[in-house]
């Protein structure tokens, strides 16, 4: 379960090609339980009331298991639909603690949260870049405002105050009079709590006014279609974010990492984190010879997975035992590292 459309496409296009490819895989090999395995794709928009519409109708098609959503703000409200019908819910991007903070049996993440997140930027921006007046942006959403306060709630306890705090608006395009307080602030670090088509537009605006300091996000900046939203791979110099260990580099996940890029596709982002979360409902289902949401739910919070991630495991809440956020930074030639 994925979306497609919209401002974010390029993330549900990333989670589409790791479920796609595992599916593949998974059905090579006999399926589950010598079942063939279909996968539906369906499109929420990242859209919080398209995607109960999504959830209701997956619900009435008999789904299996849900791999999905992207959006914090989509996953909510979806999960207490697949909640209520009893149906396994894992989304390998949605960070938003209310994900899993609601007691809903079956609902998991192969994702971390944004507290873990936050912190990991905060003290990235204390102790690496050493700021003192730091301005919090955010995008008044789910995900974007939830991952902000986050970031600033771990940055005010180490005893830095924020210089400026301040929201935008979805969807908008000139940020000019933002960028002006923000330059006005005199900050010598900026944190973008948002999605990279606001993060882009409002990175270009703030360099065409001569601010140069840090720019700081998360993991809804990790596509290179930020790098196109700011105009550019100029725009990529002295732009950090945090995300998950790059995937690409455990060992367990190259011959589908090869194959990918034998397709001419890199799997960045998100990709691997949807092939590993079909892996692990596949493995539940398998040994569990069930559909049952709570029933395959019980399996995950008690037996540990392999996936080309590596081993997962949950708690009790459906989060991961272990996270592994840490710092990238993009370069002038749009690309990203791990620091």
Same mark, same amino acid.
């Given at each position: 379960?994925?979306?497609?459309?919209?401002?974010?496409?390029?993330?549900?296009?990333?989670?589409?090609?790791?479920?796609?490819?595992?599916?593949?895989?998974?059905?090579?090999?006999?399926?589950?339980?010598?079942?063939?395995?279909?996968?539906?794709?369906?499109?929420?928009?990242?859209?919080?009331?398209?995607?109960?519409?999504?959830?209701?109708?997956?619900?009435?098609?008999?789904?299996?298991?849900?791999?999905?959503?992207?959006?914090?703000?989509?996953?909510?409200?979806?999960?207490?639909?697949?909640?209520?019908?009893?149906?396994?819910?894992?989304?390998?991007?949605?960070?938003?603690?209310?994900?899993?903070?609601?007691?809903?049996?079956?609902?998991?993440?192969?994702?971390?949260?944004?507290?873990?997140?936050?912190?990991?930027?905060?003290?990235?921006?204390?102790?690496?870049?050493?700021?003192?007046?730091?301005?919090? !942006?955010?995008?008044?959403?789910?995900?974007?405002?939830?991952?902000?306060?986050?970031?600033?709630?771990?940055?005010?306890?180490?005893?830095?105050?924020?210089?400026?705090?301040?929201?935008?608006?979805?969807?908008?395009?000139?940020?000019?009079?933002?960028?002006?307080?923000?330059?006005?602030?005199?900050?010598?670090?900026?944190?973008?709590?948002?999605?990279?088509?606001?993060?882009?537009?409002?990175?270009?605006?703030?360099?065409?006014?001569?601010?140069?300091?840090?720019?700081?996000?998360?993991?809804?900046?990790?596509?290179?279609?930020?790098?196109?939203?700011?105009?550019?791979?100029?725009?990529?110099?002295?732009?950090?974010?945090?995300?998950?260990?790059?995937?690409?580099?455990?060992?367990?996940?190259?011959?589908? !990492?090869?194959?990918?890029?034998?397709?001419?596709?890199?799997?960045?982002?998100?990709?691997?984190?949807?092939?590993?979360?079909?892996?692990?409902?596949?493995?539940?289902?398998?040994?569990?010879?069930?559909?049952?949401?709570?029933?395959?739910?019980?399996?995950?919070?008690?037996?540990? !997975?392999?996936?080309?991630?590596?081993?997962?495991?949950?708690?009790?809440?459906?989060?991961?035992?272990?996270?592994?956020?840490?710092?990238?930074?993009?370069?002038?030639?749009?690309?990203?590292?791990?620091?």
């Amino acid at each position: 379960m994925l979306f497609r459309s919209g401002a974010y496409a390029a993330f549900g296009e990333q989670i589409a090609n790791g479920a796609k490819m595992a599916v593949a895989d998974l059905n090579k090999a006999g399926g589950i339980n010598n079942r063939q395995v279909e996968l539906i794709i369906a499109d929420d928009a990242c859209e919080p009331k398209q995607a109960v519409t999504v959830a209701n109708r997956l619900e009435n098609e008999g789904v299996s298991a849900v791999v999905g959503h992207f959006c914090s703000s989509s996953t909510i409200p979806a999960s207490e639909v697949y909640g209520d019908a009893g149906i396994l819910m894992i989304t390998p991007a949605s960070t938003n603690p209310k994900v899993t903070d609601r007691n809903i049996t079956t609902v998991f993440r192969t994702c971390g949260r944004d507290e873990q997140q936050g912190e990991v930027a905060a003290l990235f921006i204390y102790n690496t870049l050493k700021a003192k007046n730091v301005a919090v !942006i955010h995008d008044n959403d789910t995900y974007g405002k939830g991952i902000a306060d986050a970031m600033r709630a771990k940055l005010n306890q180490l005893g830095t105050k924020e210089i400026l705090y301040d929201g935008l608006t979805r969807g908008e395009k000139d940020f000019v009079a933002l960028a002006t307080k923000i330059k006005a602030s005199k900050a010598d670090a900026i944190y973008f709590g948002g999605m990279h088509n606001e993060a882009g537009p409002l990175l270009k605006q703030l360099r065409e006014m001569g601010v140069s300091a840090p720019f700081i996000s998360g993991d809804g900046i990790t596509t290179k279609d930020f790098i196109t939203s700011a105009g550019g791979p100029q725009f990529g110099e002295n732009v950090y974010m945090t995300f998950g260990a790059d995937p690409r580099k455990i060992a367990a996940g190259k011959a589908v !990492i090869d194959t990918f890029r034998g397709n001419g596709y890199e799997p960045e982002g998100y990709t691997l984190y949807a092939y590993a979360t079909v892996q692990i409902i596949s493995q539940a289902i398998t040994k569990t010879n069930s559909t049952d949401g709570v029933t395959l739910a019980n399996y995950l919070k008690s037996t540990p !997975i392999a996936t080309i991630m590596g081993e997962k495991a949950w708690d009790k809440k459906g989060d991961l035992t272990k996270t592994d956020f840490v710092m990238y930074k993009w370069d002038k030639t749009g690309n990203y590292e791990q620091l």
